[in-house]
């Protein structure tokens, strides 16, 4: 066959699949739920604001919601436990970096922001893990950014390294389910907005400035990626940046 006879359009990636996301009514959770019911994908969202969910859910076609903080992990299990049948993909975006001063956060809250991002991830391994199918997966967010030493970051730096060696190890604890991890740069979703403030927009220029990719990481680009990961059945226990090529050139 010529390559101008080959057809243009392809079979969808999930087709029929169950694919939860933790974490789905903003930023890269959203789009990921919007990118895997493009795909063919059955859709269910977490979050913490209903409203929130509501709108999210109505935008996409999600079939069902459900409220709670995924950092407790009773209403977690629960979550699970209520499903009405096994599901083929979880996706978890839930959970906010700590960029507090280590010298100056007291213990408790220094045990906290040190453990509750690694914390979720073991909690919705340990809650999944009879609720997804042999052939499914669970992906989990971190970062790149913490992975230079720099001033202010020894608690998000810490979590930084130990995530990709937790996942890893989740993998083969978990297999043949796959377990990986996405590790992004700056990706331009409303955390990074509040974060970010007033500085945002020249955080952007700055980027389509610097990054080696000329322009900004969108949630998009992180929902491609996180699809492709539930889909490829060759991948687990790694770790994959995307970033624009940031840590080339910061
Ligand atoms: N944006 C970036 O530049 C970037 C870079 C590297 C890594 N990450 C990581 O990627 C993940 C997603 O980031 P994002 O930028 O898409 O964030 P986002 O825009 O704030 O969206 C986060 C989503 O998760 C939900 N959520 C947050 N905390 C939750 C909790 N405790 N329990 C249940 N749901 C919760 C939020 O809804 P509710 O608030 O209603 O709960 C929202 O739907 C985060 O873990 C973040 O640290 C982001």
Redesign the pocket.
Known sequence: MSAATIPAQREPDLPGQIVVV?????????ETARRARAEGARVIL????RD??DQAAREIGAERIAA????DATQLESFFQDLPGLIDHVMV?????HYRSPLEVPPEEARHDLTEHLLLALNVARSAAGRVKPTGSLTF???T?ARRPRLGLAIVASVTVAFPALIANLALELAPIRVNLIA????D????ASLLGENLDRRRDELRETLPIRRVVG?ADVATLAVHIMSNTALTGATYDIDGGQQLVS
């Open positions: 933790i974490g789905g009514s903003a930023g890269i959770g959203l977490t979050g913490r604001n929130r969910l709670f903080d995924a950092n975006t839930a959970g906010t970096p967010m971190g970062g950014g992004a740069g700056f990706v979703t409303p955390l990074s949630p």
